[in-house]
């Protein structure tokens, strides 16, 4: 177990880490787009009705019902204009992008505790030991 005195200096590095990510030019990028979005009452609500829309079809697909082809027809249709309107597509654009980082650090922070040193690239590009792919 971690003690109070021990978690200054992570909480520190943590903070350093989020101080780096703020100051990159993508993270101001990426910020921009979302705010654009979330100032965009039309865009927000034609992104929930597609989200919400999807997830009721793959509802009704996991209960085993058959989707009509008018339900996909007008899913698509929907979709289709989210991805097609610039403020949701550079929103869902930006969440890829934050979540990608969001992984990447999370993957490093994962791969220390088992390892239990600072992983290296080879670390990540490994299967493992005697999984024969000769990484």
């Known amino acids: 177990m971690i003690t109070e005195t021990a978690e200054q200096p992570i ?3 943590t903070r350093e880490l989020c101080e780096t990510l703020v100051s990159q030019p993508e993270f101001q ?4 787009r979302i705010d654009a979005f979330m ?8 992104y929930q009705c597609v989200m919400e829309k999807g ?9 085993g019902l058959p989707l ?3 339900e996909i027809t007008e899913f698509q249709k929907d979709r289709d204009a989210l991805v097609n309107n610039p403020v949701s ?8 992008q934050m979540q ?11 791969k ?5 040193r600072i992983p290296t690239e080879e670390d990540f590009t490994s299967c493992g030991q005697g999984c024969g792919c000769h990484h």
Not at 100 to 110: E, I, N, T, W
Not at 112 to 116: A, I, P
Request: aromatic share 6%.
């Open 11 to 13: 909480l520190q590095k």
């Open 29 to 32: 990028s990426i910020r921009t």
């Open 39 to 46: 100032a965009d009452e039309a865009a927000k609500l034609q």
């Open 55 to 63: 997830e009721s079809l793959h509802h009704k697909q996991q209960m």
């Open 68 to 70: 009509t082809e008018q």
């Open 89 to 96: 597509r550079d929103f869902i654009d930006a969440q890829q």
């Open 100 to 110: 990608k980082v969001q992984d990447s650090v999370g993957q490093y922070v994962a």
């Open 112 to 116: 220390t505790f088992e390892l239990g």
